[in-house]
């Protein structure tokens, strides 16, 4: 299996203090369903779903039971990040790339 | 690492624009850039001259049934006016700190809480008083809230009244 790795811009600060709006971080390209099993605590991009357009950047908090990923921002501030709060979880489908 | 393609990087919107570099959205709740500290400044200066207002104005002879009808009706007023007005500026400026500003600011400007605190706590001085040196001295908090907030958004905007 050949590992891709691609280069993320961070826009924004909902991932402060891990990263900050600048910042260029190396990730893994992922692709479902056969990759490497996504963890609690990776730092992924995703497809925005409500905005296809749109790559987040968050950190999977969780599973919901259904399996889908709960993506959260590391900015402590309730209003500083828009994630699974707002958009609920994420289908791994939508998951792009990951970082451990 | 080598990146291919990595002049082909397009600008702030969030798109992948090749294989080899993402721009990654990490955003806040509500749409970056409705904030505006000219909200509080504008209910602010309302606070300071309907308190010039009151302090100007003459008490008539209080046998004068008319003028005094007429004089309490005009401070009465002037008063409701200072205290709405007040409580607006208030919750303009809680909305900037607890909305806007966000932790990592703090970095940056370590007496941002306070200087909230201090600019909130005149709010409620000049709704209970009728003070020109508290009504200033609020006035002078939200020109440094003013200044504060576009620090964080690097950007030069002048301090400009409208009265």
């Known amino acids: 299996m050949v590992i891709s790795k691609v280069l993320v811009i961070i826009s924004g600060d909902s991932m402060w203090p891990t990263l900050s709006a600048g910042d260029e971080v190396e990730f893994t390209e992922w692709d479902t369903p056969d990759d490497t099993e996504l963890r609690v605590g990776d730092l992924v991009v995703a497809i925005h779903p409500l905005k296809p357009g749109v790559q987040v950047v968050k950190r999977i908090s969780g599973f919901s039971a259904d399996g889908r990923l709960v993506l959260v921002g590391d900015n402590p501030d309730p209003l500083a990040s828009e994630d699974s709060h707002n958009f609920g979880p994420v289908a791994h489908k939508l998951i792009i790339a990951y970082r451990r | ?163």
């Open chain 2, 1 to 163: 690492m080598v990146y291919t393609h990595i002049d082909m990087r397009i600008e702030h919107g969030g798109s992948m624009q090749d294989d080899s570099v993402i721009i990654a959205e990490a955003h806040c709740d509500g749409p970056c850039g409705v904030y505006d500290p000219a909200s509080a400044r504008i209910a602010g200066e309302a606070v300071q001259s309907m308190t010039k207002k009151m302090l100007d104005l003459s008490c008539p002879d209080t046998s004068d049934s008319a003028g005094m009808a007429a004089y309490l009706n005009t401070m009465s007023r002037y008063a409701a006016i200072k205290e709405e007005e007040a409580q607006k500026c208030k919750d303009e400026l809680l909305i900037l700190w607890t909305d806007f500003f966000k932790p990592q600011h703090l970095e940056a400007h370590p007496n941002l809480h306070d200087t909230f605190w201090q600019a909130a706590k005149l709010c409620s001085a000049c709704k209970v008083e009728v003070s020109a040196v508290h009504a200033q001295e609020l006035m002078d908090a939200i020109e440094a809230i003013h200044n504060l907030f576009w620090a964080v958004k690097e950007r030069d905007v002048p301090w400009i009244r409208a009265s």
